[in-house]
């Protein structure tokens, strides 16, 4: 079998700066290339390797909707996207891009043993060129087979585009970073059992001291990030365990006077970490969010603790000159206040999400709603894959009926709550409105002897990010580009629309008038998990909805918990498929773009028709059926949930 040669460059797609040591992966042939210095890779019949440039280039311009090159004794020639060339002539050249059959091609530039290449993208009212030289293209003719190429950063973005023979590829990637993160963690302080030292320790690697017991270490699980985010209200022990002198405290006290302290020291601890101070956030009349504000304030957050939490009823408050304004009536307003509070004094700097949400039944698709409106994008959506998950009843999902509204709602279903579980549930409806809330995976963790995991070891969040910084992370969970993982069962993924001229990745939008488009993923599935076990993925399954108006607050449709336009598309086997390059599984679906619409993607370790596990198309059944649940279940029953890319339909 014949397999062509490529070449190419990458770029920052935000500066337009070359990006050396990327890993570009020929995923039908199984040839790997790295850039060089410049940027450039070259990927040859057999092997890949740097290449380099030779000389001055010529320079092409636009004028209007024409491209001119001032360079002379170039001979110039058009490529369109059927691989049909034309010549222009010989430089210098004035070409009316107006011309271009189908608002996209290549003029290709010659001169001896030189070669450039320019690529034309003609848009409403505008006409746009990049330079995609690399010299020396090979023209191999004959059974060549079709090539994808997947272009990924070290521990970073990615995305796969596709290689034409004969042609230049130019890749622009976001400058993006994945990291591993936990919003929701307890300790001594509140209800856990575990000093704030040995939480850190197990998240990131590193040493602690027992209370009653001699220094211990941990390897770690993997996290980048962790917050500290317990209850509010009135509790009796400090962060060792041991009794208050004076009795229980309020929150508000031991946020700034004990927890404050103690996560800012462990800052210095762990300096390549990010450690936040948060409190989860007893919301009035719902359930619980985990709160954070990235503030060297530690005022900021016992503040919001006082005025907003339900379980504070204190009203002396720290000193501060407005605590004798605190509202105690619990209610649906005031927790709205408290989402407004958040985003008025910290818009640029804080986060909440609503934490195991179905299991109360507390909290419905309006008051998501409402919390959003009020909260903007300082909320962040809901933990739809909570912590507990070997309790009995997996996720701790046992506190009220299980048979509101004709469903199981109150019960995981393959560890997800019923929210994101159900295709056509809660979260779809909210993302066929156009909503960018998202869903994230949670610890939860209290004990380790108990039903839980330490954070990282089952539950992880990972997300890309512009860098490691503690605005960067916060940056890029506000983005949607988190995909929620159980038992590792992938620790790398990514997710592209893309209609032949533009792409956007997971949380974003295409803007598009194209008739179809194609969605990509691209997961890596580990060799041994934080457990120790050898996660396998069975399928992928591709979701997707229409996305409709925002609804106002008097539409009846503003209370439904369900939307019918929400459907599984395709699915992949993964199960016996050999992996790509570096371990990547790679999986592709044409959609047709009828209108604006959304793409989700969910993984599982559980074939369809597993009895007592999935039904005939894969979606999770209830876990009430495996009760009482356990740590063996919850390690074969994985799941993954990307959030969602949304496109937007253009009509001329």
């Not at 209370?211 to 509790?235: C, K, M, Q, R, Y």
């Not at 009035?284 to 005025?307: K, M, N, Q």
Request: charged share 20%; hydrophobic share 40%; proline share 4%.
């Amino acid at each position: 079998m014949a397999f062509d040669r490529f070449e190419g460059v990458v770029v920052d797609s935000a500066t337009g700066r070359v990006l050396s040591n990327v890993r570009v992966a020929a995923l039908t042939s199984r040839r790997i290339a790295v850039t060089d210095a410049s940027g450039r890779f070259l990927i040859d019949g057999s092997e890949g390797g740097p290449v380099t440039s030779d000389g001055a280039q010529p320079e092409l311009v636009v004028v209007g909707s024409r491209v001119e090159s001032s360079a002379s004794g170039w001979s110039v020639d058009w490529i369109g996207v059927d691989g049909r060339t034309a010549s222009l002539g010989t430089s210098p050249i004035r070409w009316d891009a107006s011309r271009l059959p189908s608002g996209i091609g290549w003029l290709r530039f010659r001169s001896g043993a030189r070669e450039a290449m320019w690529n034309i993208c003609r848009i409403p009212g505008e006409v746009r060129v990049r330079r995609v030289f690399v010299p020396g293209i090979s023209r191999r003719r004959g059974a060549a087979v079709p090539e994808s190429l997947f272009v990924r950063l070290p521990g970073g973005s990615g995305r796969t585009v596709l290689a034409r023979t004969d042609s230049v590829v130019r890749v622009a990637l976001g400058a993006s970073f994945q990291v591993a993160g936990d919003f929701h963690t307890h300790t001594f302080l509140t209800d856990g059992v575990h000093t704030l030292d040995d939480v850190a320790a197990h998240a990131f690697g590193g040493s602690w001291t027992p209370v009653g017991g001699a220094g211990s270490s941990a390897t770690g699980f993997g996290l980048d990030w962790l917050a500290n985010s317990e209850h509010g209200g009135s509790f009796a022990r400090d962060r060792f365990g041991n009794p208050f002198p004076s009795g229980a405290k309020w929150r508000w006290e031991t946020l700034r006077d004990v927890s404050w302290p103690a996560v800012d020291s462990l800052r210095r601890v762990y300096p390549g970490r990010r450690l936040f101070q948060g409190v989860e956030w007893n919301v009035p009349a719902h359930e619980h969010s985990s709160v954070a504000i990235l503030t060297g304030d530690h005022d900021a957050i016992a503040r919001f603790e006082y005025f907003f939490d339900e379980w504070d009823t204190d009203l002396a408050g720290g000193g501060w000159a407005d605590a004798a304004t605190k509202n105690n009536v619990n209610s649906h307003a005031k927790a709205l206040a408290g989402a407004r509070w958040l985003r008025e004094k910290h818009g640029d700097s804080s986060w909440f999400l609503i934490n195991h949400p179905s299991r109360l039944q507390r909290t419905s698709i309006s008051d998501l709603r409402d919390l959003h409106d009020a909260g903007g994008n300082v909320f962040l959506g809901i933990e739809a894959i909570p912590g507990h998950q070997k309790a009995p009843s997996r996720g701790g999902y046992h506190l009220s009926d299980k048979s509101a509204d004709g469903d199981l709602v109150a019960r995981t279903h393959g560890g997800a709550d019923f929210m994101l579980a159900k295709v056509g549930g809660v979260m779809d409806a909210l993302w066929s409105e156009g909503r960018r809330v998202w869903v994230f995976s949670n610890s939860d963790f209290h004990a380790a002897a108990g039903g839980d995991y330490y954070p990282g070891q089952y539950n992880k969040n990972l997300t890309r990010v512009p860098d490691r910084t503690e605005t960067g992370i916060l940056a890029g969970l506000r983005s949607g580009a988190t995909v929620a993982v159980m038992g590792d069962l992938v620790d790398s993924f990514w997710m592209e629309l893309d209609d032949g001229l533009r792409t956007a990745s997971m949380g974003g939008e295409l803007a598009t008038d194209a008739d179809s488009v194609e969605a990509r993923i691209a997961f890596h599935v580990p060799t041994t998990s934080a457990l120790g076990d050898s996660p396998a993925v069975d399928h992928v399954d591709l979701i997707g909805g229409r996305v409709g108006k925002r609804l106002a607050q008097d539409d009846p449709a503003y209370r439904a918990s369900t939307v019918a336009t929400t459907s599984i598309l395709g699915a992949r086997r993964v199960a016996g498929v050999d992996q790509g390059p570096d371990g990547w599984h790679m999986a592709s679906w044409k959609v047709p773009v009828a209108g604006d619409s959304y793409f989700r993607v969910r993984g599982s370790t559980m074939a369809r028709s597993t009895a007592g596990w999935t039904d005939s198309v894969g979606n999770p059944l209830c876990d009430d059926l495996q009760y009482p649940n356990d740590d063996a279940k919850a390690r074969s029953n994985l799941w993954f949930y990307s959030n969602p890319v949304f496109l937007r339909k253009i009509v001329h």
